[in-house]
């Protein structure tokens, strides 16, 4: 069984960069047709996907967020890493790592790490 773990700090100050690690268990990050994303929860609101890193090393980020973002691997430690730079108040949430299997006959799982608060204050 697939299980991720959000590492990282909690509190965050105006304009600095937030980092956050997702160490996975169970699967390696390089096996095939998986995708790794950071999905953030801001208080009060839904879901908003942020980019993901595929099983290839590719990355795929939000446009919104695309300029801020950067989301990188270290197969040897079976991690993945979100750089969040000139964080802001509404950048405060829930971060949650999730990872996502889907080969080319259907199949598809889905998993999720418990999440980790970030909080964004001087």
């Known amino acids: 069984q697939v299980q991720l773990q959000e590492s990282g700090p909690g509190l965050v100050k105006p304009s600095q960069t937030l980092s956050l690690t997702c160490t996975v268990s169970g699967g390696s990050i390089t096996t095939k047709y998986y995708y790794w994303s950071w999905i953030r929860q801001p208080p009060g609101k839904g879901l908003e996907w942020m980019g993901a890193i595929a099983y290839s090393g590719n990355t795929y980020y939000d446009p919104f967020l695309a300029s801020r973002t950067s989301i990188s691997r270290d197969t040897s430690k079976n991690q993945f890493t979100l750089e969040l730079s000139s964080v802001a108040p509404e950048d405060q949430a829930v971060y949650y790592c999730?990872?996502?299997?889907?080969?080319?006959?259907?199949?598809?799982?889905?998993?999720w790490g418990k999440g980790t608060q970030v909080t964004v204050s001087s």
């Open positions: 999730n990872g996502v299997y889907v080969d080319n006959k259907g199949y598809s799982s889905t998993y």
